[in-house]
């Protein structure tokens, strides 16, 4: 038994959790995000508490992760989720345009990116920019999209990297003549 998926979920106030079959949905102040989950767990409602239990023995593998998608649903919902990018190096910068983040990095075009329904994109500054949304799983991949465009490159450290990520940085060339 997974020591994660064993411990149940406490239910905020203002959030509802409503488990049909195996599809789970939650309604919050923030939004409403569903989700089906597969039959080898079972899903029930406890004294306001999401429980979630195996249904056979060979399931096991799956126990935490229902657990853990059910909880950041849950988080979501109440509270969103958010990553933070920076953009750095000379000339490189983020400006947003309507429902559009433009990219300067340095190509001979600037980068657009359209919002996906359920995110929204700050740029605070024109070197930084946060993703923001109910739904975990798509925020960080809307981030690692951006990021994408210009990963960071070793030598200089030039590109977008999420805030707090640490580049390996790499020595130059020797120089030396022979």
Known sequence: MSRIGKNPIEIPQGVEVKIDNHVVTVKG?????????????????????????????????IHGLTRTLINNMVIGVTNGFEKALEINGIGYRAQKQGNKLVLTLGYSHPVE???PEGITIDVPAQNSII?????????????ANIREYKLPEPYKGKGIKYVGEHIRRKEGKAGGKK
Not at 45 to 61: C, G, I, Q, R, Y
Not at 131 to 143: F, P, S
């Open 29 to 61: 102040p923030k939004g409403t995000l569903t989700q089906e989950f597969l039959k080898d767990v079972n899903i029930a409602m406890e004294d306001n508490k999401v429980v979630v239990t195996l249904a056979n023995e060979k399931a096991s593998n």
């Open 113 to 115: 990116v359209v919002e």
């Open 131 to 143: 993703v923001k949304g109910i739904d975990k799983q798509l925020v960080g991949q809307v981030a």
